[in-house]
């Protein structure tokens, strides 16, 4: 018999102290799963352009949970549990690809079709006359979970709760900025899959930490793709769970040596490219915004570095480990030099990006640092205690609102 383990109480009300034995608690990562990722939230799961025709899929996870994402032949786009009825194996254990009609288990060939609907049990009947399921076995009953789906910018989202439409879940602000960007039909440029050695909302909490960008990251300081001397700042959604942070160039920021007056080691002298042409940006989007990062809680981000555009999926692994699933993309109208142009701006990002590589071990840093401190609080005051919009970087005010978001979902 399971045994219900008491919610363990949030230690206090301000969203600027946050546990550590948040991202070491075994019970409270089995609740997020649940309440979070299978609660009323929407879940990035693939790109429209994935899956074009009928029986196109797409295999992916919503938190833990696997799914299949399909095309049907009416055009509609179904999310369900990729787990067989009978024996809880993967119906489907490819990333992608294209079915005829139905799915079929490879264990002992129980069919789905494109709706997730079990049609047909192999050897149903039996065999000779013997054997087989019994009369009264209902198909309907143990098919697989149905997740919701909705499509906003050529970006497909699953829900297996009961969240609003996604455009009132996002708000009419955050919904804008991700138009800003995707804003016509995409295409796949590439993907990766970088495993990180920390707990999932250490990497939520990083792409909303607009303070650590030009600290942390000595190629955004150096060559003056992010600073705190430049204009910009972060939006955070009302109910705290999305935001969008931008960069602004100016040039009184190109004499600024705020950071080296500080000793930051963030701007360093002989810091050289050999080939600097990956700064050979041009602005597409109609302003002056040249880096742009925007999150949909709980897993997803979009970036724009310039014009190196790309969707990240946050993946749950476990309490110290999560995968992070890139997807650079452009639009399918680019020019060949525009293709060039983004192919060589990826390298600025990704697993060993000029600007992202630091992200893939700080957050170890942070779950070994914290491993004998669980009721020790973390220290999120950047910029006040709320988790407003601010016309700067250099607040935590979105990191806020993550944790206003996660504790209203999480019932803290």
Not at 119 to 130: H, M, N
Not at 142 to 153: I, N, Q
Not at 261 to 275: N, S
Not at 378 to 404: I, Y
Request: aromatic share 10%; hydrophobic share 35%.
């Amino acid at each position: 018999m399971a045994i219900s383990v008491p919610q363990r109480p949030w230690p206090v009300e301000t969203l600027a102290r946050v546990p550590y034995w948040v991202y070491q608690d075994p019970e409270n990562y089995q609740r997020e799963l649940r309440r979070i990722f299978e609660g009323d939230t929407w879940n990035f799961v693939c790109l429209e352009m994935d899956i074009p025709n009928a029986g196109d899929f797409r295999t992916n996870t919503v938190g833990a949970l696997p799914v299949i994402v399909v095309r049907d032949t009416d055009g509609r786009i179904n999310a369900f549990e990729n787990r067989c009825s009978h024996r809880g194996a993967l119906i489907s254990f490819d990333d992608g690809g294209n079915v005829k009609q139905r799915f079929q288990c490879i264990y002992h060939a129980w069919s789905y079709n494109l709706r997730g609907d079990l049609t047909s049990i192999a050897f149903e009947k039996g065999s000779q006359g013997r054997g087989g399921m019994p009369p009264s076995f209902c198909k309907e009953e143990v098919s697989p979970r149905k997740l919701r789906t909705t499509t906003l910018c050529g970006l497909v989202f699953a829900s297996l709760g009961d969240p609003p439409p996604i455009e009132d879940y996002l708000g009419e602000q955050i919904l804008g900025r991700v138009k800003r960007v995707l804003r016509k039909p995409i295409r796949v440029l590439g993907r990766t899959v970088q495993v990180l050695p920390n707990n999932w909302k250490l990497y939520a909490e990083n792409v909303k930490d607009t303070y650590h960008a030009s600290l942390l990251h000595a190629f955004l300081g150096t060559f003056r793709l992010s600073r705190f001397t430049q204009a910009g700042g972060v939006l955070v959604s009302p109910d705290g769970a999305h935001h969008a942070s931008t960069t602004i160039d100016r040039p009184e920021d190109r004499t600024s040596t705020a950071y080296r007056d500080q000793g930051i080691r963030t701007e360093q002298d002989g810091y050289r490219l050999e080939d600097p042409s990956v700064f050979d940006g041009v602005a597409e989007f109609g302003d002056d915004i040249k880096l742009q990062i925007l999150t949909i809680f709980p897993s997803f981000v979009l970036q724009q570095i310039q014009n190196s555009l790309a969707v990240r999926q946050i993946v749950p692994k476990g309490l110290d480990s999560m995968e992070l699933s890139w997807t650079y993309v452009g639009f399918e109208d680019d020019t060949p030099e525009m293709h060039r142009r983004r192919l060589k701006q990826s390298n600025l990002v990704g697993p060993a990006g000029f600007v992202s590589m630091e992200d893939g071990c700080v957050g170890g840093f942070v779950q070994r640092g914290t491993a004998t401190a669980p009721d020790v609080l973390s220290v999120v005051n950047m910029g006040g205690e709320g988790a407003e919009t601010q016309d700067t970087r250099a607040t935590e005010a979105s990191v806020r609102g993550f944790w206003k978001a996660y504790r209203r979902h999480m019932g803290y």
